[in-house]
């Protein structure tokens, strides 16, 4: 079992830019794949980007080249840095993990975080 907490989200600007953090609690937190989704307003929730436990990452064309995905495993914390962020990026945006498997579907996700809201204004 791990629980998974995320903190970063807020108000920002076109073009501006937000770090999403997000907190493992567990022993084996380096043998989990991690990731973030995201889901807007009346949208279905979709893959932004994962990282293998030893770093591997893959990103969602949409964010690509303006979203980076990171790990600590000493920390036992995954980030999202989001750059150049667009109208298009509100949503709320969940951390999700799942044990020595890569996912890229929600279907596949073993665990949740509560999300954190990012909102972007033009």
């Known amino acids: 079992q791990v629980q998974l907490a995320e903190s970063g989200g807020g108000l920002v600007q076109a073009g501006g830019s937000l770090r999403l953090s997000c907190a493992a609690s567990?022993?084996?937190?380096?043998?989990?794949?991690m990731g973030w989704f995201r889901q807007a307003p009346g949208k279905e929730r979709e893959f932004v980007a994962t990282?293998?436990?030893?770093?591997?990452?893959k990103h969602a064309d949409s964010v690509k080249g303006r979203f980076t995905i990171s790990r600590d495993n000493a920390k036992n914390t995954v980030y999202l840095q989001m750059n150049s962020l667009e109208p298009e990026d509100t949503a709320v945006y969940y951390c999700?993990?799942?044990?020595?498997?890569?996912?890229?579907?929600?279907?596949?996700?073993?665990?949740w975080g509560e999300g954190t809201l990012v909102t972007v204004s033009s």
């Open positions: 999700a993990a799942r044990v020595g498997s890569w996912f890229s579907s929600p279907r596949d996700v073993e665990y």
């Open positions: 567990g022993r084996t937190f380096s043998r989990y794949v």
């Open positions: 990282s293998s436990s030893g770093g591997v990452t």
